[in-house]
């Protein structure tokens, strides 16, 4: 076996430029492919020193925003040449650390390329750069009635790019999918700096399902320059319910009933009574006050979400809701969203502080997870809201804290792993949709045994066999990948053209 | 290199005796051909322990092992130059973890489909996926050749239903990737570069899949176009529409006409609503009674295929030469595909073309000559690729084989993928030379 084994350093003529600034030589060279796009000063440099999740910083020693495929090629050749480590970022939307600078290394920034190069409305597929925003594929094909399916909450902000280092879910992918589902093909530098296409415009390409590998691989296989994606026809109709119930345990007890009955909703959300009360301070959406509140969006021909959410009012109100209320107008429907949409950062409302937790667990474990979480919650004496993705079993727990409070902060830190673990525990996952980054690695062996994260590592060691996209993330360690073996050779009895090779 | 001297026969079945307690080793037989190769050995191992100390050895000893589920997609891919060991999963074959309120199956990979349509059923589930030949295709075999039929079109291929792995590697280590949850993006997608990759990485023992409810009703309409444009229009049209079908395709064949199939499934209000708007997309042609179920019009293309084909003998195979193609192309693409068919085919042979709005489809040819049978391969793979289409053959006579490579030109990521190859089976193990480029 090629990998086996942590590697207690990188071999001699690999190493990195670990801890330090990045060379005055390296920078002018990168100067020469980027331009007037290479930022040096410190003060900029900051502003690149974190993604999305604050609590861990790192100043890269140089950010460089390639404007073409050309010059991100030009640009990894370069990093593969000298051994420098490079980490791809779209707008640092990412909750996990994902695009946290690596010391002595760059970022390469990808939003100066955000360019939709194709509709090709007939075929469905959308071509675009990686730094073209979520929100702006959806715009530029609702005209010809179709949209783009996956939708983060930060869908006005992170880049298609994002989205598929992290590979982006969202509310809908209940029924629609992830971002894997909806990339068909992508232009990619590998870490060596050689631009090959992974899979193809039309459906089953030859050979192994690499775009499947590298959509989620978070950043560390290397820099997708462009994207082919398959953009979805906009249903007939779309109808959101917002269903009051006493408790999470009631309002999870109804989604349960709804999916027991064959439906299978565009996205249920719930959230509990804390998460209710910062939306509506954040937003005023109008949300019931409640201890568990369902969003339940149908859509498809008119005739069938007509008749099926009729059925989905009725489980509601058999599991005892309180208030059934389906929105009347599209503005309406939109308020609704907003709410949830806003929920994470109206935590700044209720709390100094807070941690947005990404877990999942298998749907029907809901009632003993949440009760669990409140048994934690208690303990420690740290609030926690809950806002999830009910249909899926996603959960994002929001740990809430008070950075001044001495040691609160490391509370509120133990108590969100502490539900990571859990959500493992009863057969679930360390993340949904925010990715495992620089935040989660050490939680993966929570998840995977030894020999699971090996076998992950031999796909990095075949595309980034040096270590120089993205290192240290995703991983608790780094992989020793073994020599590429030298040319093939021929099994003896092959040459003899026997098929008996005994 | 294999870090022990290669075994006698004799030597490989005592050691394989030795770790196969359990499960059943045997020679092979005239009937574990695949292409014409015999097996030397057969083996069942029992268990995943026992299929990890197997490979092991087999790795060690530098045997060349060929994986097997229900054997009835083994012709896909090159013809194997020689298999020292059959190693097949029947004995996989339970279902280990069926969660109905998660909606989840954690199956082994020895589970025949039709084995798990039947568990599932009984919760008014399915694995939303419509494989040939379910009464026999287990669910790793489905995995590895990534086959799927009409469904796709509503609810992806086995890549975006499958939700974990469990895989053997050559050097024994047995690996989990994925999980039993819908979300999750913990890690590697393995799950996915196992889907397709014809056990060329590792073999699979089991698969967690994600399930849809069984619909409550169903409704296929069926209209009989004069050409194939017509038919390719009225697909597109179905699929700019409010309609979501859970079929789509359209059949041609050398007389020109074109049948196409549109599936509704749902509860009735949907059913009737949709079924309506179809008739409107249709215009003026008019529904016609299917000749039965038109949805296993791809399982018919491999009916009455001429068996002498897999005889290597020239002269036999020269005169009359059949073969299965599948096709990849845009949706747009499919009449022009048709008719690109037909013109290079010419008047003289006979040929089926099933296309599914996707853009996949499913050519059988008869009755043409190999050299010439070559030529057309080549031909319309030039045809394709400008959009980025493939056409691969799936059943091929070796004279056939023998002309043209089977899988047609990778692209610029072969060497990217021979690469995974080298870190998963660095000895080249698992079914060399059968995939793409060689691999």
């Not at chain 1, 939003?111 to 750069?129: K, W």
Request: hydrophobic fraction near 45%; include cysteine.
């Amino acid at each position: 076996m090629p990998v086996r084994g942590a590697a207690p350093e990188q071999r001699p003529g690999r190493q990195r430029a670990l801890g330090g600034e990045v060379n005055p030589a390296f920078l002018q060279a990168l100067g020469a492919i980027a331009g007037e796009g290479l930022i040096t000063s410190p003060g900029e440099l900051r502003t690149y020193e974190c993604d999305g999740l604050a609590a861990y910083r790192v100043v890269p020693g140089a950010v460089v925003l390639p404007s073409t495929a050309d010059e991100v090629q030009a640009i990894v050749r370069l990093c593969a040449r000298e051994h420098v480590a490079f980490v791809a970022r779209g707008s640092g939307t990412g909750l996990s650390g994902g695009a946290l600078p690596v010391e002595g290394g760059i970022v390469i920034s990808l939003t100066r390329m955000n360019r939709i190069l194709d509709l090709d409305i007939p075929n469905a597929r959308v071509v675009v750069e990686p730094g073209v925003v979520n929100a702006t594929v959806s715009q530029r094909v609702a005209p010809y009635g179709y949209f783009y399916a996956p939708d983060p909450s930060s869908q006005s902000v992170c880049t298609i790019g994002g989205n598929i280092a992290e590979n982006s879910g969202g509310a809908h992918c209940l029924k629609y999918g992830f971002t894997t589902t909806h990339v068909l093909a992508l232009d990619v530098v590998l870490p060596d700096g050689s631009l090959v296409q992974l899979g193809a415009n039309t459906l089953d390409p030859l050979g192994y399902d690499l775009p499947g590998v590298f959509v989620g691989s978070e950043g560390t296989l290397g820099v997708a320059t462009q994207v082919t994606l398959r953009i979805v026809k906009r249903p007939e109709v779309i109808q959101t319910l917002l269903a009051a119930f006493d408790s999470t345990h009631a309002a999870g007890a109804a989604v349960s009933d709804i999916i027991a009955s064959g439906i299978l909703p565009a996205a249920i959300e719930m959230m509990d009574r804390l998460a209710i009360q910062a939306a509506e301070a954040a937003v005023h959406a109008g949300y019931p006050e409640c201890g568990g509140l369902l969003l339940v969006e149908l859509d498809g021909p008119a005739a069938e979400v007509e008749a099926l959410m009729a059925q989905v009012r009725e489980r509601c109100l058999f599991q005892q809701a309180s208030e059934v209320r389906v929105a009347q107008s599209e503005a309406e429907r939109m308020v609704i969203w907003k709410g949830r949409k806003a929920a994470f950062a109206a935590m700044g409302r209720i709390s100094p502080n807070y941690i947005v937790q990404d877990g999942v667990i298998p749907r029907t474990a809901l009632p003993a997870v949440m009760d669990e979480i409140a048994r934690m919650s208690e303990r420690v004496g740290l609030r926690v809201a809950n806002v999830f993705h009910a249909g899926d079993g996603n959960l994002h727990p929001l740990v809430l804290y008070d950075r001044r409070i001495q040691g609160q902060e490391q509370e509120a830190e133990e108590l969100a792993g502490e539900i990571l673990k859990l959500c493992v525990r009863v057969g679930g996952s360390i993340t949904g949709e925010h990715g495992v980054g620089a935040d989660k690695k050490m939680f993966m062996s929570e998840m995977f045994a030894e020999p699971d994260l090996q076998t992950m590592q031999l796909v990095r060691c075949a595309f980034d066999p040096d270590h120089l996209s993205n290192p240290g993330k995703v991983f608790p360690r780094t992989p020793l990948c073994a020599e590429r073996p030298g040319p093939y050779v021929p099994h003896p009895l092959e040459i003899s053209g026997e098929a008996q090779l005994f | 290199m294999p870090s022990i001297a290669k075994p006698t026969s004799q030597q490989a079945i005592d050691a394989l005796r030795a770790i196969v307690v359990e499960g059943t080793l045997r020679p092979g037989k005239a009937a574990d051909e695949v292409l014409g190769v015999v097996p030397e050995l057969c083996i069942e191992p029992a268990h995943e322990a026992e299929l990890s100390r197997v490979l092991d050895y087999a790795r060690q000893a530098g045997l060349l092992v060929a994986p097997r589920g229900g054997g009835t997609k083994l012709d896909w891919g090159n013809a194997p130059r020689a298999i020292d060991l059959a190693i097949s999963t029947a004995r996989f074959n339970r279902i280990l973890e069926y969660a109905p309120g998660d909606m989840t199956v954690t199956a082994g990979a020895g589970v025949t489909i039709a084995q798990l349509q039947s568990a599932l059923s009984a919760h008014r589930q399915r694995l939303a996926l419509d494989p040939l030949w379910p009464e026999r295709a287990t669910a790793g075999g489905v995995v590895a050749t990534n086959d799927s039929g009409a469904l796709r079109l509503r609810y992806g291929s086995i890549r975006d239903l499958i939700l974990g792995i469990t895989v053997v590697l050559p050097d024994g280590t047995i690996a989990t990737s994925g999980g039993k949850v819908v979300k999750n993006v913990a890690g590697y997608d393995l799950p996915k570069l196992m889907s397709g990759a014809l056990g060329t990485l590792g073999i699979i023992t089991r698969a967690v899949f994600r399930l849809h409810p069984l619909p409550h009703g169903s409704q296929t309409l069926s209209f009989a176009f004069h050409d194939c444009e017509s038919a390719n229009r009225f697909l597109l049209a179905i699929a700019d529409s409010m309609v979501v079908p859970t079929g789509l395709q359209m059949r041609t064949g050398a007389d020109g006409t074109a049948q196409a199939d549109v599936r509704i499934d749902g509860i009735d209000a949907g059913i009737s609503a949709q079924t309506e708007t179809v008739l409107k997309l249709a215009g003026s042609v008019n529904p016609s009674a299917p000749d039965g179920d038109p949805w296993q019009a791809r399982e018919q293309l491999w009916n009455d295929y001429p068996r002498n084909h897999q005889s290597s003998n020239a002269a036999e195979s020269a005169s009359r030469v059949a073969c299965i193609v599948k096709l990849s192309m845009l949706p747009a693409q499919l009449s022009s595909t048709a008719a690109y068919v037909r013109q290079a085919l010419g008047a003289n042979a006979a040929w089926t073309l099933l296309m599914y709005s996707t853009g996949l489809a499913w050519l059988r040819v008869d009755a043409a000559d190999g050299a010439s049978m070559a030529e057309f391969i080549v031909s319309l793979r030039s045809f394709l690729a400008p959009t980025g289409g493939t056409a691969v053959l799936l059943k091929a006579p070796p004279v056939l084989r023998q002309k043209v490579d089977v899988w047609g030109d990778a692209g610029s990521a072969l060497p990217l993928m021979r690469r995974l190859k080298e870190q998963f089976d660095p000895h080249g193990i698992l079914n060399r030379g059968r995939f793409v480029g060689g691999i």
